[in-house]
């Protein structure tokens, strides 16, 4: 083995042992507190989870600086396998419903967990209109955007680059929490008629982004691409 070899697994050991040690359990704690206060509807602040985890807060702040990182992080938490999703058909169609498969199941499980980064970011929002968010950083959301391009992927270079974005956009209104907000507390759906309306209005707007292109002479090969 040579030396740089060497000190990479030498480096890589002591990180192995250091995310299984004192500070990853103290990490792993916070996450495992803040998703709980989170699954209950509440919204909380570093000091709140450090006070649950009884943690100091100078220990918690040194985890997570700000609210927003530690509602990120449990965001993160909450969508686990969804961000590592791939799918392996080479039909565009049918890797949305895939897609949707894997993650609209985990997004209700969690729903009381997003809903709660939701108001967050809406917070943040009011604040930052009135003027008094300050120098509070913001939570970063936007999963969503690189997941869906990766599910129409097929698609890429057979729609027109523009027509390819929009329909990436149109499907981020049915995807994510806000699709539970709509069709469950608004219009009193339950999870299987959600997911029913979610997946048919996903492949609606597929089929309708390649038929479009197809009729105005764009898109060679689309059709192969939604079947």
């Not at 909380?44 to 943690?55: D, F, G, L």
């Not at 209700?108 to 967990?113: D, I, P, R, S």
């Not at 968010?133 to 997941?147: C, F, K, N, Y």
């Amino acid at each position: 083995m040579d030396v740089s070899r060497q000190q990479a697994t030498v480096q890589d050991d002591a990180s192995e042992r250091a995310e299984r040690g004192p500070r990853a359990r103290t990490k792993r704690l916070m996450l495992e507190t803040a998703t709980r206060l989170m699954q209950a509807g509440v919204t909380p602040s570093v000091s709140e989870v450090a006070e649950a985890a009884q943690v100091s807060r100078a220990t918690a702040y040194r985890y997570f600086p700000s609210q927003a990182a530690l509602v990120q992080a449990v965001v993160n938490e909450g969508l686990g396998p969804i961000l590592t999703w791939q799918s392996t058909s080479p039909d565009a169609g049918r890797r949305v419903a895939e897609l949707f498969d894997t993650a609209m199941p985990r997004i209700e499980a969690f729903e009381a967990t997003f809903k709660a980064a939701l108001k967050l970011s809406l917070d943040q929002w009011a604040r930052r209109q009135a003027g008094t968010l300050g120098g509070e950083p913001a939570l970063t959301r936007g999963h969503r955007v690189d997941l869906l391009k990766e599910a129409i992927a097929p698609l890429k270079g057979r729609l027109p680059p523009r027509d390819f974005k929009r329909l990436a956009q149109a499907l981020s209104l049915i995807f994510g929490v806000e699709v539970l907000i709509v069709l469950k507390d608004i219009w009193g759906l339950d999870s299987r008629k959600t997911m029913a309306v979610a997946q048919w209005a996903a492949g609606a707007l597929v089929r309708a982004a390649v038929a479009e292109s197809i009729d105005e002479g764009g898109g060679v090969g689309s059709r192969t691409a939604v079947k």
